[in-house]
């Protein structure tokens, strides 16, 4: 079945404390995004990745890394965590150039206490 | 940033009515996508128009885009209980290396029964 994973679903941690979201696509995608969803502001991104090795930032890339080895992989870390990055995080994949639809990841809810 | 701004933010209706939500950006696109989600759940891919189309049709959404206008119309006709959901339009640009597929804040539907 053609899909976009995330892990973990749901994360409470604390401010500081190292975390990395993983995506996987299983579709031979080139194009990898990640976004944050936030009551009143819509979906944000925070970065994509165009291939292998080919990242660029989006439009809230400040506190957030991210790193493109593997075509299927495309996590994002958050190497010291704070309270305003609390949010509904979603990770897509599609083909490139985007001629078609782009493919959505169940979400990530993380809290940061 | 060329984010896409739908308009209305929210639109309640009754079952049975029509929905119509716009779409308007900023800079040149190579097609236009609108996008589904239901409550904290992923976005599902509903549509695409090319730049060089002007209307598309898929079961009960009508899709117009006005690109010297740079506008975008979704219209749900005979809209259900189930159809209840966020709806986001995306705009998508390529050339070269470079480009993107950028979400609006999205407009949030409610369909009573």
């Known amino acids: 079945e053609a899909q976009v994973t995330q892990n973990p679903r749901y994360l409470i941690t604390v401010t500081g404390k190292k975390l990395t979201v993983t995506c996987s696509q299983n579709m031979n995608h080139e194009y990898m995004s990640w976004y944050r969803q936030d009551p009143g502001l819509g979906l944000r991104q925070i970065y994509y990745s165009m291939n292998v090795e080919v990242t660029d930032k989006g439009d809230v890339p400040e506190g957030y890394k991210v790193s493109r080895k593997e075509k299927r992989n495309f996590p994002l870390i958050l190497e010291s965590p704070s309270p305003n990055q609390t949010s509904l995080y979603f990770c897509?994949?599609?083909?490139?150039?985007?001629?078609?639809?782009?493919?959505f990841g169940p979400g990530t809810r993380l809290t940061v206490l | 940033s060329q984010q896409g701004e739908e308009d209305p933010q929210a639109l309640s209706i009754q079952e049975g009515e029509n929905a119509t939500m716009n779409c308007s950006y900023k800079?040149?696109?190579?097609?236009l996508q609108w996008y589904r989600q239901n409550s904290g759940r992923g976005l599902v891919h509903l549509i695409l128009?090319?730049?060089?189309?002007r209307e598309k049709h898929s079961g009960r959404l009508r899709v117009t885009l006005d690109t010297s206008k740079k506008s975008s119309s979704l219209l749900i006709t005979a809209s259900r209980a189930a159809d209840t959901a966020s709806y986001f339009c995306?705009?998508?640009?390529?050339?070269?290396?470079?480009?993107?597929?950028?979400f609006g804040k999205g407009t949030k539907l409610s369909v009573k029964p």
């Open positions: 128009i090319r730049s060089n189309e």
């Open positions: 897509a994949s599609s083909l490139w150039p985007p001629r078609g639809e782009q493919f």
């Open positions: 995306a705009t998508a640009y390529y050339g070269g290396s470079q480009g993107n597929l950028i």
């Open positions: 800079t040149s696109i190579n097609n």
